[in-house]
């Protein structure tokens, strides 16, 4: 059963925020997870900078999900997945950066069957996609 490493990459984006909106007991907003769980629940306002920090802390090389299909239930959550989806297609279409991590990323998102994610396409990840998108209320 191939897997483009784009789609697990995808998928696995959607299962990590997905687990942070179901897990139970709900963190407290005073912290990082609870701040970020609450935007990705919620319609609208500003993406908190601890989206971006939770984001950064919770996607390892591990973070790499490779089951069912996710569909994460939070609105801001769906835009925030469909616009990180829209960055990854724009980055596989066009040409391989010549410097890294960009080289190394681009190599990745092109392969298939990943088990974990390679360090280089994280750091890619990092500067370039999990980054303060503004969500249209």
Not at 98 to 117: C, L, T, W
Not at 132 to 137: A, D, G, N, S, T
Request: hydrophobic content about 45%; aromatic content about 8%; proline content about 6%.
């Amino acid at each position: 059963n191939m897997a483009t490493n784009i789609a697990l990459t995808k998928n696995s984006i959607r299962k990590l925020i997905q687990d942070l909106l179901e897990v139970v007991p709900v963190p407290p907003t005073t912290t990082t997870a609870g701040r970020a769980r609450q935007w990705f629940g919620s319609q609208g306002g500003l993406q908190p900078t601890a989206v971006k920090n939770w984001m950064r802390q919770n996607l390892t090389q591990d973070s790499l999900y490779n089951g069912a299909t996710v569909t994460v239930t939070g609105p801001n959550a769906a835009v925030y997945c469909a616009d990180i989806d829209d960055k990854l297609d724009e980055f596989l279409a066009g040409p391989a950066p010549e410097d890294e991590p960009g080289a190394s990323a681009h190599a990745f998102v092109s392969g298939s069957n990943a088990i974990v994610f390679d360090e280089d396409f994280i750091d890619w990840l990092d500067a370039n996609v999990i980054v303060i998108v503004i969500v249209e209320v």
